[in-house]
């Protein structure tokens, strides 16, 4: 009875969500009761091949075989039929489709989502063994051997590769190149730098990233004509002790451009180079931006300053790859050319080897209208269809600004919720212009970042009326800069933004609430935020692809400070409430930041690891007794604890009356948040992907509120009201489109002080109805 009483007071977390469950888990379940198998399907002689297996004999001890093995791995060929739960359903459907007669469901199963068998006829072990003892020569194994096993039962069939070890060779010392020139005598000047370290297992790898560094170093030299295949490493092993000694050299066969490092000469800049030849053959008039830069633009469409401002390659100077990356990434960026390419050729300088440059341009439409029909699901559960329709003038003031005039509306609907429900409207404009520099009032001397600057001015005005809520009215002005110093990094400052509220119908189940809390009413909603907001984003997924990759998310956000000393400095009257006033609006004056981090690892093919750990503080102050609603912090959702509904936990311990199960509870909210999210990602066919995950967290206040009993902060008792909940998932994934469908429980609940983890009942009905949570979302949830 007791554990009764207690699901009871999860009735906001009730759903069909096992209903669901039992209809995904059907086809597996009709799989696994259908007795006939696979083989029967094979002709006499045929053998179904099932895979292959790595096995290491090694008398001394070898580090890093997880390593070998995931390379050797990938040598082997063909890949088997792919199994799930130790089945093969994608050959069942493949076998059970037969031969189609039309373009119906039978081709649908056979061709599209079956796949024929994989016959170990099509395996050639013999050449697998040799791309082994490859592989491991390639890794420093030069004196490893392969030997084969071949596996047959039943019309099966399998391989065991045995691979005898020892320890790889490593690298006594990299030789460097006899200094005949300036480009030897410039690789040599490179290799303090190197990657091959005396002491480190050879690599056949680490030779080809270290043809590459010396590359991009020269290349930044002006020896824009040379290439990693010009140089090489010859090995010696002679010196014993399974060591290896490297030896730089170049290729007799280079072509002598490769060794030159060379000037930029002139520039010519084609605005519009199918354009630029007249029907006499003549080019039209020409524009000197500065010495050695010319612009052709026949058709006047750009000022020259802006495509002046974006080159960086300079007469004069040596050639730089960065400068020519820097140059295409700025000329792309003004967002009104499709196409940029960049050719150079051969020619002398004051005697001196020289690259002529030509930059040919395609301007774009400068003009645009697109309308979008899109399905929206958000955080809080609600779905529903939206509309947006957006005009863009891509080159408004011939200086590549963007202005941008867009509308959207959305109708959804409250999903998820069996207790509730409800509905929600919104509708929105905005004008936004965009400058391609960086618009500052004084002079700033500084490196120009990887990719374009911007500054941008938007103002929008928002409405939303949810039917068990409340309506708002929102207008916001924001001035902000965005740039990227670093591909991985981008950085956007807003000194100035504006957000007004106003509260308009309050529904009946929050009526009470509000009317009867009017300093409530006003702190929450009805506040006019005047501050500044600067977020810091680091994605290593940008860069070259990585085992590991790490997200990094970091948001400062601070209102009313300024205005709160410049209305103290003006000795301007307080209200009776002791607050300042802007056009009859008290200003919110508040601090706060959050921190979201997050990693990925790529077990191997098909498998991967994600986590994320988020943190956030808000913490208000003179001028305001609570943040703004926009401005706390939520937990629970699709995107955020999967076994709650959105917005249903905390604070802290607080747990909301009968009266409020189930519906928009505004005091589920707090200053402080945590949470902590465990993914593990694997393939089930090539556009179905499943996941497990353990979601965990809460938020919190800072200070006692007698609405929400056991909502502050305490860092002596907070992690025992950290709620917990864990799940399964399944998302259809054609790279474009991501559609999640996840099933999740919970673990612990915050307000429960019987017993920090929750009994896990899945045969039992009640328990079913009461906790198990179906999630509904576009996208990976991080």
């Not at 939206?386 to 080159?395: K, Y």
């Amino acid at each position: 009875m007791e554990i009764m009483k207690k699901q009871k007071k999860q009735k906001k977390m009730t759903n069909k969500g096992h209903k669901y469950l039992l209809f995904a888990l059907l086809p597996v379940l009709l799989l696994a009761g259908q007795g006939c198998s696979n083989l029967r399907y094979l002709e006499d002689g045929q053998e179904l091949y099932t895979g292959s297996r790595i096995q290491f004999e090694h008398e001394e001890k070898i580090s890093g075989l997880s390593k070998v093995e995931s390379e050797l791995e990938s040598v082997l060929q063909p890949e088997p039929n792919a199994t799930f739960l130790g089945m093969r359903i994608r050959l069942w459907l493949y076998n059970t489709a037969g031969e189609p007669t039309g373009r119906g469901l039978r081709h649908l199963m056979r061709n599209r989502f079956g796949r024929p068998p994989v016959l170990f006829e099509e395996v050639s072990v013999s050449r697998t063994t040799r791309l082994l003892e490859n592989r491991l020569h390639n890794l420093g194994f030069f004196d490893a051997s392969v030997e084969y096993e071949i596996k047959k039962k039943e019309q099966k069939a399998s391989v065991n590769y045995i691979v005898s070890l020892r320890p790889p060779y490593t690298i006594s010392e990299l030789f460097p190149l006899p200094e005949t020139d300036s480009l030897s005598k410039s690789i040599n000047e490179t290799l303090d730098a190197s990657l091959i370290k005396p002491g480190d297992p050879y690599r056949l790898q680490t030779l080809r990233e270290e043809r590459t560094r010396i590359d991009r170093v020269l290349k930044r030299q002006g020896y824009y004509f040379f290439h990693p295949d010009h140089i090489l490493f010859r090995a010696d092993t002679t010196a014993g002790n399974r060591t290896v000694e490297l030896h730089a050299a170049l290729k007799p066969e280079n072509p002598p451009q490769a060794a030159r490092s060379y000037m930029i000469a002139n520039v010519y800049l084609f605005a519009d180079y199918l354009l630029e030849v007249t029907q006499d053959g003549t080019r039209s008039d020409t524009i000197i931006l500065r010495d050695g830069l010319y612009l052709f633009d026949r058709e006047e469409q750009f000022k020259p300053a802006t495509l002046a401002n974006a080159v960086f390659l300079k007469k004069g100077e040596t050639y730089n790859v960065e400068e020519h990356d820097r140059t295409l990434n700025h000329l792309l960026g003004l967002g009104v050319f499709k196409f940029v390419n960049i050719h150079f050729e051969e020619t002398t300088l004051d005697g001196m080897p020289a690259l002529n440059v030509r930059i040919l341009l395609t301007p774009a439409e400068k003009k645009s209208l697109s309308t979008e029909i899109r399905g929206v699901t958000k955080s809080n559960n609600f779905a529903g269809p939206g509309l947006n329709v957006s005009f863009s003038n891509r080159n408004a003031l011939g200086g590549a600004e963007q202005l941008r005039f867009s509308t959207n509306t959305s109708v959804e609907t409250l999903i998820a919720r069996k207790q509730s429900s409800a509905s929600s409207v919104e509708a929105g404009l905005e004008a936004e212009i965009t400058y391609p520099r960086f618009v500052i009032p004084f002079k700033i001397r500084r490196s120009a970042p990887v990719l374009l600057p911007k500054t941008s001015f938007s103002l929008g005005f928002n409405f939303l009326s949810r039917t068990d809520a409340f309506n708002l009215s929102s207008l916001r002005f924001q001035y902000e800069y965005s740039w990227n110093q670093r591909i991985a990094s981008n950085h956007r400052l807003s000194p100035v933004v504006l957000n007004w509220f106003a509260l308009g119908k309050i529904s009946d189940n929050l009526g009470a609430d509000i009317i009867e809390g009017e300093l409530l009413q006003r702190g929450l909603f009805e506040q006019f935020i005047m501050g500044s907001e600067y977020s810091l984003t680091y994605n290593s997924q940008l860069k070259q692809k990585r085992t590991n990759d790490w997200y990094f998310n970091l948001n400062l956000d601070a209102s009313g400070n300024l205005a709160r000393a410049l209305f103290g400095l003006a000795g301007a009257q307080k209200n009776e409430e002791g607050s300042y006033q802007v056009f009859r609006q008290d200003f919110s004056q508040y601090s706060k930041a959050d921190i979201d981090l997050r990693w990925y690892n790529q077990i191997n093919r098909g498998q991967r690891l994600a986590a994320r750990f988020i943190a956030g503080v808000g913490v208000p102050y003179g001028n305001s007794q609570t943040l703004p609603y926009i401005k706390q912090f939520f937990i629970g959702g699709s995107n955020s604890i999967r076994a709650f509904h959105p917005r249903s936990l905390g604070p802290g311990a607080y747990e909301p009356p009968d009266s409020l199960q189930g519906r928009f509870n505004i005091y589920q909210s707090g200053e402080i948040k945590l949470e902590l999210n465990i993914e593990y990602r694997f393939d089930i066919t090539r556009f179905v992907k499943g996941a497990f995950f353990v979601d965990a967290g809460n938020v919190w206040r800072l200070k006692d509120n007698e609405n929400t009993p056991g909502g502050r902060f305490n860092r002596n008792t907070f992690y025992e009201q950290i709620a917990v909940g864990a799940g399964t998932g399944l998302r259809i994934d054609v790279n474009f489109f991501v559609l999640r469908f996840d099933f999740a429980f919970p673990l612990a609940l915050p307000w429960d002080t019987g017993s920090f983890f929750q009994p896990i009942e899945p045969f039992k009905k009640d328990w079913r109805r009461q906790n198990l949570i179906f999630n509904l979302g576009i996208g990976y949830p991080f």
